[in-house]
């Protein structure tokens, strides 16, 4: 399709289970440890994400890893398994704040930080992690650690020559995606936007290779293959003063995928809603995070640093989310 093909799989897709292969209650609650709340929602979002935390429950990893120093996947594990399997109520995320800037540099352990941010970087340390024992692996080939096969889809963008109609495609893998709700007021409506055709003109000009001189061009960015994990963020940010766009944008219990894609015809690709951050405050720079979850029980709980509580969908479905997790 155009997309060069993996010299090697670096870990099975058919090993990757996407129901919990056990039930029980939530786990513990995290203590706060300073101004971590950012990152305590995305470690309880992370755990509750069922074929991640089933391959960390594996400890397939840790038992392979050669890694000297930190490894996030090693240190995902530990957490994970601490947070599902001890009896504790409520458990201090030390190892991870501890090191902290071996996720992304620009996090201080004192210092509040962007729940979006932390996602970025912890997955990217978890991707890491799972190349680092692999030398040599060519672009293509790095699509395939767990992380990717999980979270990870490719985007198509199309640029057309509105001069002499030539169509050029380019394709970029992807973990998570964000989306402009500036306009928009639902997570369809956003996504629709995400995928409508934009004009490049003026100073966004591109060369055309069959014209060969600057030329106006369409360029249209469609989900070319879905991921396994389908993972949201609204922008909230309405500028670079931290204002916040505080409205409520709705979002569905089960979304489904094939409108967005490159090929709209098909079977419908459904996901559904497992966890979503919340941000409460009045900017962006301040303020604080929470989230909900759906333990592996069915049941969902709201999560608030230390305190887990049993909550309703009709609750779930009301906030006004931040980041949106949704599985296949």
């Given at each position: 399709e155009g997309m060069?093909?993996?010299?090697?799989?670096?870990?099975?897709?058919?090993?990757?289970?996407?129901?919990?292969?056990q039930r029980q209650r939530p786990g513990a609650g995290l203590c706060n440890l300073g101004s971590t709340c950012y990152i305590n929602v995305i470690l309880q979002c992370l755990t509750y994400t069922p074929p991640l935390a089933n391959y960390l429950l594996s400890r397939d990893h840790s038992q392979l890893c050669h890694q000297q120093g930190f490894c996030m996947m090693?240190?995902?594990?530990?957490?994970?398994?601490?947070?599902?399997?001890?009896?504790?109520?409520?458990?201090?995320?030390?190892?991870?704040?501890?090191?902290?800037?071996?996720?992304?540099?620009?996090?201080?352990p004192d210092t509040a930080g962007d729940a979006y941010e932390f996602?970025?970087?912890?997955?990217?340390?978890?991707?890491?992690?799972?190349?680092?024992?692999?030398?040599?692996?060519?672009?293509?080939?790095?699509?395939?650690?767990?992380?990717?096969?999980?979270f990870g889809g490719f985007l198509k963008s199309r640029v057309t020559c509105l001069r002499c109609q030539a169509v050029s495609d380019s394709y970029k893998a992807f973990l998570h995606v964000l989306l402009d709700i500036?306009?928009?007021?639902?997570?369809?409506?956003?996504?629709?936007?995400?995928?409508?055709?934009?004009?490049?003109?003026?100073?966004?000009?591109?060369?055309?290779?069959?014209?060969?001189?600057?030329?106006?061009a369409s360029k249209r960015i469609t989900v070319h293959r879905v991921p396994k994990v389908f993972t949201v963020c609204l922008e909230r940010?309405?500028?670079?003063?931290?204002?916040?766009?505080?409205?409520?944008?709705?979002?569905?219990?089960?979304?489904?995928?094939?409108?967005?894609?490159?090929?709209t015809a098909g079977e419908p690709l459904l996901y559904s809603l497992y966890a979503l951050v919340v941000h409460s405050g009045d900017t962006c720079l301040d303020g604080h995070f929470f989230c909900y979850?759906?333990?592996?029980?069915?049941?969902?709980?709201?999560?608030?640093?230390?305190?887990?509580?049993?909550?309703?969908i009709h609750a779930v479905l009301r906030q006004q989310a931040y980041l949106l997790f949704y599985a296949r």
């Open positions: 060069p093909l993996p010299q090697r799989i670096l870990f099975p897709p058919e090993e990757i289970c996407m129901d919990w292969q090693c240190t995902m594990e530990a957490h994970v398994r601490k947070v599902l399997r001890s009896s504790a109520s409520v458990i201090w995320p030390r190892a991870v704040v501890r090191d902290l800037k071996f996720i992304g540099e620009e996090f201080e996602l970025r970087c912890a997955l990217e340390a978890m991707q890491r992690a799972c190349l680092s024992g692999s030398s040599n692996v060519d672009i293509s080939s790095q699509t395939t650690t767990i992380i990717h096969q999980i500036k306009a928009p007021s639902s997570l369809t409506t956003a996504l629709e936007d995400f995928v409508t055709s934009k004009n490049l003109d003026g100073k966004y000009c591109l060369k055309c290779s069959k014209c060969e001189k600057r030329v106006t940010a309405a500028d670079h003063t931290g204002k916040k766009i505080s409205k409520i944008v709705e979002y569905p219990e089960y979304l489904d995928l094939r409108p967005y894609m490159s090929d979850t759906k333990a592996s029980n069915g049941l969902w709980y709201k999560m608030d640093d230390e305190s887990v509580d049993n909550c309703g």
